[in-house]
């Protein structure tokens, strides 16, 4: 059984949440993205609401209705992503990245649409900035969620971006499921933390709706942050 975080648990707390994906253009009439839909970004945010937070949803292209009473910020790529939650987050806050953000962009945007060619092409990759690990190395971070969609190795390499990234808590889950997670209303997932003597903590919470989830990971973090 997934328990919601009590009415007021984050009264008075502002929690910045990225969701959906991003999408990085090619030219002006294509881009680079990924399946996310954004749901589970969204019921964070709505249950957060619930839970008494103020919440500033920073969101890539999705097909949702924002949650009533969340400021929402409209982003399309990694670099606006970041930016956006640049001036949103700041200290006291809590940071949870849910976004499906684009690894790589590309080295030049084209001005004009591209023309095809006889014979293959290749587009040049750069990376994103991570926008998770940036705010979580600033020298006063806000407290920092993220997430970990895996093929294989969950455990192993959720932990390792929990340590890596400095975060308070991840929530991994196996995106080779095919009928859970990205684009489903369910998703199954692990949550992973250090307990008080440097211990790594999981938990599982199983296939449910991501509206429960997401109040499971609310109440874990409440959990940990008293
Ligand atoms: N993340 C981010 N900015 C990026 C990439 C990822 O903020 N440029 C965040 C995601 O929102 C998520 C966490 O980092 O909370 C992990 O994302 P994931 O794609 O699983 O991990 P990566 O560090 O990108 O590593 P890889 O894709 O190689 O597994
Ligand atoms: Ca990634």
């Not at 090619?26 to 881009?31: M, T």
């Not at 400021?71 to 640049?86: D, T, W």
């Not at 014979?119 to 806000?142: C, F, M, N, W, Y």
């Amino acid at each position: 059984e997934l328990l919601a975080p009590g009415k007021g648990a984050f009264a008075g707390k502002h929690i910045v949440i990225t969701a959906g994906p991003t999408r990085e253009a090619i030219d002006p009439v294509r881009y680079l993205s990924n399946h996310s839909s954004g749901k589970m970004g969204y019921a964070l945010a709505t249950q957060a609401l619930r839970a008494g937070a103020q919440v500033t949803l920073v969101t890539g292209p999705t097909q949702l209705t924002p949650p009533k009473g969340a400021k929402l910020v409209a982003v399309e790529s990694a670099e606006e992503m970041l930016a956006a939650v640049e001036e949103a987050v700041s200290a006291d806050d809590i940071f949870i990245a849910c976004a499906a953000v684009a690894d790589y962009r590309l080295a030049r945007v084209a001005e004009q649409k591209i023309k095809k060619q006889d014979g293959a092409t290749q587009l040049e990759l750069v990376r994103t900035p991570d926008i998770l690990s940036t705010i979580a190395h600033r020298a006063k971070p806000p407290v920092c969620v993220g997430f970990a969609a895996e093929t294989q190795d969950v455990a192993r390499y959720a932990a390792d971006k929990l340590k890596r990234k400095k975060l308070t808590l991840i929530a991994a889950n196996d995106v080779s499921d095919k009928s859970i997670g990205f684009n489903s209303d369910d998703n199954a997932m692990t949550l992973f933390w250090h307990d008080a003597d440097g211990e790594l903590q999981r938990r599982d919470l199983g296939r449910a709706p991501k509206a429960q989830i997401a109040d499971a990971i609310l109440t874990q973090l409440h959990e940990l942050q008293t």
